[in-house]
């Protein structure tokens, strides 16, 4: 069997001028970055045509170490919508260097269901995530020489600076560090730390962002912390937004790749949906919605985020309607979340597989609660059985749920023309489904409750007293409008990524909450989760490499 690099080496690519001519761009209008990546400038979004295109989700059950198949399913469903003979565009986020040297590998699909070219999307791509690196750490820059700056000091106390640096790459040594060590030229000494570039709040921002000026906006709204005086301080008040905005200047343009059926694929933003919002920007999805009829795109890890987050921050901000809901699952994942090991995911065990189903139940709860019937994709593999295959089935007919069998990682679209024809019928059949889970005019503490006992199946939340006063907090910077972004472990539907299955009695820990007001959300964290991961005992870099012709070798 050929791995990934080699599929995606052996397609036959298009001049990405011929998949812009596919979208009806002119080709003088892509700023083109070699032969097959351009970005797309921002005056093809059309808001008519928005309206007339159907939008569709691809989520998941809850994630395992075995993998899901998330993004293969998307990029393979826009194929197969393509095969149908229908105008399709998959939209997707970018992927960060951390998982890629790390232990999930890259993101740009699977077998014959990926974008291409997989090695530039997966590494470096067109800068993006370098420039919300630079935009972010910028503003720690002024941040710092303002506290040392005495002419024009803002009275700011180091103490309560919540902003950190990021860099995009697992580093868990840079999680709290000191700076400003070596005397008084080296700056103040005070405690800080780093977050992976991915759960940053420019990252986040440029992702919420509708327009350059509401980038702009944005940014500036950015809270710091506050002066000694206990007057809050924003990233305007040291004048930065503009600055920021200007590093960010090519990044907000969404970048238009293909698949290796040359079907047009948007690739922009790469948030984490454990830790920030998960979805691809609000201006690459609406320019996929103007330039096709159906776009189809993903949300990080399983519905109790990932979808989660897109619904209710992504869709509610920028006005969007989604049309249809696909829930991602496979035998070998329901299995684990029945209570296998790894050695059994390729032995037959409908039993074992029919253990597992409560936790697609409860991602299929979760969808219905925004308005939506889902289609199951299952995601085939080799070592699938009839009987386990037929489980899956029979919940599914039990829910009055369609399930369509996805032979894209074989097959590409063709393998994935069954899924696309059902996912036609359920787009057709909701013109205006959608419903939010919550209204960001509730009060926080009813915002955060409903999402851990509407999505999690929490019986409750307690917070901590840090977590408490954060609440206080946000009352008096009249934040409690503010949408809600939770970071909680992806394993697990609880805050406890060891309970699999559908855990059941279990309250939902929130140690503190974080401020994202220029992203327009805040961020309660759950449990043990970290804004910046860790390299596992064997990363993927350690076998990532060129071999004698300069090809990478190791990436996956």
Request: aromatic share 6%.
């Amino acid at each position: 069997m050929k791995s990934d690099i080699e599929i995606a080496r052996e397609a036959t690519m298009l001049h990405v001028t011929k998949i812009g001519e596919k979208l009806n761009i002119n080709p003088d209008d892509l700023e083109l970055y070699g032969k097959y990546k351009a970005k797309i400038p921002l005056h093809y979004i059309d808001e008519e045509k928005i309206r007339n295109a159907k939008l569709i989700l691809v989520t998941a059950i809850t994630p395992t170490p075995a993998g899901e198949g998330k993004t293969t399913t998307s990029i393979s469903l826009a194929m197969g919508l393509n095969k149908i003979g229908k105008k399709a565009t998959v939209v997707l986020r970018e992927p960060s260097l951390g998982p890629v040297f790390g232990v999930k590998g890259g993101a740009a699909g699977g077998g014959h269901a990926q974008v291409i070219p997989m090695e530039d999307i997966n590494l470096h791509f067109t800068g993006d995530l370098s420039a919300v690196e630079k935009a972010n750490n910028l503003l720690s820059a002024l941040i710092d020489n303002n506290l040392q700056n005495k002419k024009r000091s803002l009275n700011i106390d180091p103490r309560t600076i919540s902003w950190k640096r990021v860099m995009d790459m697992n580093d868990r040594s840079l999680r709290d560090i000191v700076i400003g060590l070596g005397g008084i030229a080296n700056g103040i000494p005070r405690e800080t730390g780093f977050n992976i570039t991915a759960a940053s709040e420019v990252m986040a921002i440029l992702c919420m962002a509708k327009n350059p000026e509401d980038l702009k906006e944005r940014l500036g709204n950015i809270f710091i912390g506050f002066t000694f005086d206990k007057k809050p301080v924003y990233a305007r008040d040291l004048n930065a937004q503009g600055s920021m905005a200007v590093l960010l200047k090519d990044a907000i343009m969404p970048n238009l790749v293909q698949t290796v059926e040359n079907t047009p694929a948007i690739i922009h933003g790469g948030p984490f949906a454990n830790i920030a919002q998960g979805t691809n920007s609000i201006i690459a999805t609406k320019i996929g919605l103007s330039l096709s009829d159906y776009v189809v795109t993903e949300a990080g890890f399983a519905s109790d985020l990932g979808a989660e987050k897109f619904f209710d921050i992504k869709c509610q901000t920028a006005g969007l309607r989604p049309n249809a809901v696909v829930i991602v699952a496979t035998i070998r994942a329901l299995k684990y979340h029945g209570g296998a090991n790894k050695d059994q995911f390729a032995i037959p065990d409908a039993e074992l597989v029919k253990k597992g189903l409560p936790n697609l139940d409860k991602h299929i709860e979760n969808m219905k609660s925004f308005g939506f019937t889902p289609v199951v994709a299952l995601n085939k593999f080799d070592s699938d059985s009839a009987e386990e295959i037929e489980a899956v089935r029979a919940r599914c007919d039990e829910h009055g749920i369609a399930m369509a069998i996805n032979d894209a990682w074989a097959k590409g679209g063709d393998g994935a023309t069954d899924l696309a024809e059902k996912v036609l019928s359920a787009a057709k059949s909701c013109p205006s489904c959608f419903k939010p889970l919550y209204s960001t005019e509730w009060d926080m503490e009813k915002k955060i409750g409903t999402i851990a006992t509407k999505m999690y199946g929490a019986t409750g939340v307690e917070y901590s007293l840090k977590a408490r006063k954060d609440l206080e907090t946000l009352a008096k910077l009249g934040m409690e409008k503010l949408s809600v972004c939770m970071a909680k472990t992806q394993n697990s539907l609880s805050d406890n990524p060891d309970l699999r299955g559908r855990p059941e009695g279990f309250i939902v820990n929130i140690r503190e909450i974080e401020i994202a007001s220029g992203a327009g959300f805040v961020v309660p964290i759950a449990g043990a989760i970290m804004r910046m991961p860790g390299l596992p005992t064997i990363p993927s870099a350690e076998n990532i490499d060129f071999d004698e012709d300069g090809n990478v070798v190791g990436l996956f």
